[in-house]
């Protein structure tokens, strides 16, 4: 079971990000990953649509024999990591939330947190919820950045244009006094260097890549999952073929990719 593979899915090329910190943390773990492009962003969708959509990515991340499943998008993660729970039973679950919380808990308890995301992140509270949980002190405003993903879907990145957009959301009146910012989207990373630089290292910007692949590590570590045969392969699959798709994945993963339209008919 060790050399099977590591299954991670996102709505599209945000969660490359993870996929990619998950491939440097752990160098040799076969990986499938799925983006279901037809379907994105997540984040404009139901609850209700989010869950089924997760649902059929686990089945058909199950059928390959993933040991353990990744779900690379704070939306689905959100929404639908309890439907994705009840449905796996056997091998360990992992959503980009919980890593964040824990490092959040231990290391800025007591300070004025800012969350951006998706509006389905945003609006099911979860961060607020689960911070505080952990952390009565900190505060927590969040705001929805709902222009962001497909802004860094199309490659507006680093440019006049991006720059406009992160600046107008930052400046909102709702993350006026936080010291520290979490990026709860998984497409977030790849304009990390631009909000740092909104920000001029005034504010701690929370990279979570790092943090959701070092816990993914030891946690199968402890599980003794860990694949010691380091001939590794990386599939691609996504629910709807684009150009864009492609190129960002080699742009992760410089290497001979296999990347194959799979529609699940969702």
Do not use: W
């Not at 950045?145 to 400046?171: G, K």
């Not at 001029?200 to 929370?206: L, Q």
């Not at 402890?222 to 864009?244: A, G, V």
């Amino acid at each position: 079971m060790n050399k099977f593979p590591i299954g991670i899915f996102d709505s599209g090329i945000g969660g490359l990000t993870i996929a990619n910190a998950i491939s440097k943390e752990l160098p040799n773990e076969n990986i499938i990953y799925f983006g279901d492009t037809k379907h994105l962003p997540y984040g404009e969708k139901s609850n209700k649509s989010i869950q089924l959509f997760s649902k059929d990515i686990v089945d058909f991340l199950l059928l390959k024999k993933c040991k353990a499943i990744v779900i690379a998008c704070n939306s689905a993660s959100a929404i639908a990591s309890n439907t994705v729970k009840n449905k796996v039973k056997n091998i360990p679950v992992f959503n980009v939330i919980d890593p964040v919380v824990k490092e959040i808990s231990e290391k800025f308890s007591n300070y004025n947190i800012g969350v951006i995301g998706t509006k389905a992140t945003i609006q099911s509270k979860v961060y607020e919820k689960k911070i505080n949980k952990k952390c009565p002190n900190a505060k927590v405003s969040s705001l929805a950045t709902p222009l962001l993903a497909p802004m860094i879907e199309e490659r507006f990145i680093n440019e006049e244009i991006s720059h406009t957009v992160i600046a107008n959301y930052l400046s909102n009146k709702k993350l006026k006094n936080i010291d520290t910012l979490i990026l709860a989207c998984t497409h977030y990373p790849l304009i990390y260097n631009e909000i740092k630089s909104y920000y001029k290292n005034e504010v701690t910007v929370i990279n979570s890549t790092k943090i959701i692949s070092k816990h993914i590590s030891s946690s199968l570590k402890e599980l003794n999952m860990l694949n010691n045969n380091p001939k590794t392969k990386y599939q691609f699959y996504i629910s709807n073929y684009t150009k864009e798709f492609e190129r960002s994945a080699k742009l992760f993963f410089k290497q001979d990719l296999i990347l194959k339209e799979k529609d699940l008919n969702l």
